[in-house]
Every structure is written in C-alpha cells, then in structure tokens.
C-alpha cells in the first residue's frame, strides 16, 4: 500500500480510546512481485459497519 500512496494517511485500525490510527494489515510481497501490484486500497466498509474492527485491504496483481 505505502509503495503506491506514498503521500497519504491512512489507517486500517483505529485504537480506542483516543482515536489513534494504525496501519496494521498488510501485503507481504517479494521485489518481483511487487511491481505487478497494480492496485491496493483499504475497504472500510467492514470496519464502519462493525462487522469487524479492522478495514480490509485489498490488493490487485498483474501476471
């Protein structure tokens, strides 16, 4: 995710109290296939619904 969005902030866990965000979920990927990732993103829509208490990520690879 950072490779990709190397300006942004955002967090897949949210600590309570206080709000703190954390980027806790990840995509683990060798050099190799790290350049055939084309796209990743948090889905928040778990999180906010609270069925879970973390945001999915989700990653699309070429190849």
């Given at each position: 995710w950072r490779s990709l969005h190397l300006d942004v902030r955002e967090y897949s866990w949210f600590s309570r109290p206080g709000d703190n965000g954390f980027r806790l979920d990840y995509v683990f990927a060798?050099?190799?296939?790290?350049?055939?990732?084309?796209?990743?993103?948090?889905?928040?829509?778990?999180?906010?619904?609270?069925?879970?208490?973390?945001?999915?990520?989700?990653?699309i690879v070429d190849g």
């Amino acid at each position: 995710w950072r490779s990709l969005h190397l300006d942004v902030r955002e967090y897949s866990w949210f600590s309570r109290p206080g709000d703190n965000g954390f980027r806790l979920d990840y995509v683990f990927a060798g050099s190799d296939l790290a350049r055939q990732i084309r796209f990743c993103e948090f889905d928040h829509a778990p999180r906010t619904s609270g069925e879970t208490d973390h945001s999915g990520l989700v990653a699309i690879v070429d190849g």
